[in-house]
């Protein structure tokens, strides 16, 4: 009864909330994430390896570490083996802590979502790759056996004619990108054209505040002139 009183007290489960927890469970794990996670697990591992805690403690405290055995009346050894301990016992629960931080640092920033999606990208990249040489594979082959089929001239082999092929597609090619580029350059002539006119009208302006400001100012000294007079 009271076990069901707790399930009846518990907060419900939105049905999007139910779908993206089983989305999260599910999502596979990106190879390229593994090997992130095995890579820090393993710098974590081989830096907590490195550090010698008894030579340490050694260097730090010598004979005077054996004050930390039995009450003061322990060996050095014991000493520097129990300060040794602790301090595993600290690094090893600091590796723990900075591990975790990460990992929950790699799921927040959804690191391995982001990873599959690239994984995907690139594997059907690789796919379209291997599909467009095999296509193309098939179309050279069956040129080839459309050719060998075929009578052809003496002195004519079916490469000769995958060649002449190939060249026609390439000078088709060749064709539109000069066509490109014509039309690139009668855009360039239009916009040059365009700012020659911007040039000249800017010009024709200055020119006119200019004769202005001089009439202004040939104005004001006869103005002046008569005055004085």
Known sequence: MAEKAI????????????????????MPEAKRYKCLV?????????????????????????????????????GEDDATEILANLIDD???RTNERVRNDIQNFLKNERVNEKLLKIEDIIDTYDKEEQQHAEAEESDRQSARDAAGQ????IGVTPDDILIY???????????????????????????ERQI??????????????????????????????????
């Open 90 to 92: 600290v690094l090893e």
């Open 165 to 191: 092929n190939s060249y026609q597609i390439k000078l088709k090619q060749k064709k539109q990108l000069l066509a490109q580029i014509a039309s690139v350059e009668a855009e360039k002539e239009v916009i």
């Open 150 to 153: 075929s009578k052809l001239p």
């Open 38 to 74: 095995d890579a820090i697990h393993k710098a974590l591992s081989e830096s907590r390896k490195s550090f010698d805690t008894r030579l340490a403690v050694a260097l730090c405290y010598g004979e005077n570490a054996s004050i930390f055995a039995g009450g003061g009346d322990g």
């Open 196 to 229: 020659e006119k911007g040039r000249n009208a800017i010009l024709k302006a200055t020119e006119e505040v200019t004769e202005k400001s001089n009439n202004i100012g040939r104005t004001a000294d006869i103005c002046s002139f008569s005055r004085a007079s």
């Open 7 to 26: 399930n009846a007290n518990a907060p419900m489960e939105s049905p999007s909330f139910k779908r993206r927890r089983s989305s999260i469970m599910k």
